[in-house]
């Protein structure tokens, strides 16, 4: 796809700011700790992030298109950045100016096959809302379109022009960053940072494709075809491509407006639990979840019988649960009743949140004493909890968790993100609300479904250990052969490599030391000899550089 200069302009911005804090990163993360001053580095760290997390909030305002969508990604990746910069990025608005109507008009028009006025009865040029990636009007069908859909006021989606490519060109250059990160090591240790990459890429491929919004919301309305309490619109596939989406008018009272819920003789309490309850549905029933329940998507329908139900709209971010993720969540589930900590770094490995290089002692300590802590309350006595201590042991855990090369899939962390939307909507509801209430019925059953799969895994894990058993014995007189016969030889080679690794951070210990010792020579022989301390002070950049970059041989063998 050919870039225009304004193309090329912007991916070169999103480079700049990239370079610009990986080199700072590097500077105060990996050099100043190598010269001793890892104190400063550690010092500065907070004051740094925040401010970095706010020149990529004005750099995402000011480009909008894709930027919005990675700052909103950011702010959910409590797995692998600061809570400095997610805290910063969490309230970042998909709002942008509108585009002008005419340009709408013949994207609109270009998607259809025909002027607007021949394919909607009435068609309003004042948005009913802006985002990044597009914006909706309100419309009236056909007479003919009414007749045949049972339609008449419509809510019509229409991409913004030109959206593919600034999509394609942010793309680009995101995958150029993360290969980029690759090369740190400090970063690829924790991060897999094209693996980030390519799952936001067909998050967002998805969201730009109306034809699979509207096949969303279509199996969302098939889900809860038979609950009262839920409704969907109805999708106008004749009025629909993949740039234009055209969707039932179901504007009715916005979920957070408490007073015009009282005004309509609805309780907000109730309606938290009722939403509560829907939500929960979605993930351990139907496992399609809506993963953007913000109260611009949901509303209150007051119904002529005096009952009211809740509707929801743009089903462009929905979170299913794969089979894969499904499985690791139900060993979860095992291990939690069971309180196994291993099990439950299993779990986590299963369902891909531990990479590879993960160290999980320090992960399995900290779940032992969760388990000693809270494993065996229940959800009542969870409830009667202190809500201080919860909080600092959720910090100290989540410090745990983010020294970790921790890495929550996508799908997860859409999942998380519904749970979360969906427990701060509810206690803005209702501020006596209690997550635990909702929560405790689908958990309970869940446990008793997985009953049976339980009782045989146990009895799989009794039989491995017999086994074990069996041949320990067996095992121990061939030990024990082999000592007698002198065969017996023992593996070192991690031993060796750790020994290697020491002298090697010896010889840089040795080469900082010696810049220190000729800087600051050069420094005290400026005043009586000026030559010799500039000149032992240009010197001392070579033992820096070894400190800093240079390949030390290896340790010598005997």
Not at 264 to 288: C, K, N
Not at 408 to 413: A, C, V
Request: glycine share 6%; hydrophobic share 50%.
């Amino acid at each position: 796809m050919q870039q225009t200069p304004q193309h090329r302009a912007r991916y070169r911005c999103i480079l700049r700011f990239a370079a610009r804090a990986f080199v700072q990163i590097w500077w105060f993360e990996l050099v100043l700790p190598r010269v001793g001053l890892a104190r400063v580095a550690d010092r500065t760290r907070e004051g740094r992030m925040l401010r970095l997390a706010r020149r990529f909030r004005a750099l995402a305002v000011d480009l909008g298109g894709l930027m919005i969508k990675v700052g909103q990604f950011m702010s959910s990746r409590l797995d692998v950045l600061p809570p400095e910069i997610t805290a910063e990025l969490a309230d970042l608005q998909d709002e942008v100016p509108a585009e002008m109507f005419d340009d709408i008009r013949a994207a609109a028009e270009a998607e259809l096959g025909m002027p607007l006025p021949h394919a909607f009865a009435t068609f309003d040029p004042v948005p009913v809302a802006a985002a990044s990636l597009g914006q909706a009007h309100r419309a009236t069908l056909s007479a003919i379109d009414a007749a045949d859909t049972g339609l008449d006021r419509v809510i019509v989606k229409v991409q913004r022009p030109g959206i593919d490519r600034i999509v394609a060109v942010d793309l680009a250059a995101l995958r150029r960053v993360a290969r980029w990160a690759q090369r740190v090591r400090i970063v690829a240790s924790r991060v897999d940072a094209p693996a980030l990459v390519e799952e936001f890429a067909q998050t967002c491929q998805e969201e730009i494709d109306y034809l699979h919004e509207a096949a969303s919301a279509e199996r969302f309305a098939t889900d809860f075809a038979a609950d009262a309490r839920v409704g969907a619109p109805a999708v106008v596939w004749e009025r629909s491509t993949r740039r234009v989406l055209t969707l039932e008018d179901v504007t009715a009272i916005k979920i957070s407006d408490t007073a015009a819920l009282r005004a309509a003789g609805i309780d907000p309490a109730e309606v938290a639990q009722v939403f509560a309850q829907v939500m929960l549905d979605q993930v351990f029933t139907h496992s399609f979840v809506h993963a953007d329940p913000h109260p611009g998507n949901i509303f209150v329908t007051p119904l002529p019988d005096g009952s009211w139900r809740l509707t929801f709209i743009d089903f462009g971010m929905m979170a299913e649960v794969p089979d894969g993720i499904r499985a690791g969540l139900r060993t979860l589930v095992i291990a939690v009743a069971g309180r196994d900590s291993r099990g439950m770094i299993a779990a986590a490995q299963q369902i891909g949140v531990l990479l590879p290089s993960t160290n999980t002692a320090e992960l399995e300590r900290a779940l032992s004493m969760l388990f000693a802590r809270f494993g065996g309350m229940g959800f009542n006595e969870l409830r009667d909890v202190d809500p201080r201590e919860l909080q600092k042991f959720g910090m100290e855990f989540g410090e745990t968790v983010r020294s970790l090369p921790v890495q929550f899939p996508e799908k997860l962390l859409l999942l998380l993100r519904a749970v979360s939307l969906t427990s701060g909507m509810c206690s803005a509801l209702d501020p006596a609300f209690n997550i635990w209430e909702p929560v405790e019925p689908y958990a309970t059953k869940l446990l008793r479904d997985e009953s049976g799969n339980f009782m045989q895994d146990l009895g799989a894990q009794a039989m491995s250990n017999m086994s074990s058993m069996w041949r320990l014995p067996a095992r121990v007189d061939g030990v024990l052969d082999r000592l007698d016969s002198g065969s017996l030889t023992f593996d070192i080679s991690s031993l060796e490599l750790r020994l290697d690794r020491i002298i090697r951070v010896a010889y840089r210990a040795v080469s900082a030391v010696l810049f220190g010792g000729m800087l600051i020579g050069g420094v005290l022989l400026l005043e009586p000899a000026s030559g010799w301390g500039v000149a032992l002070m240009c010197v001392s950049v070579l033992p820096l550089l070894h400190a800093l970059f240079g390949r030390e041989r290896r340790a010598p063998r005997s």
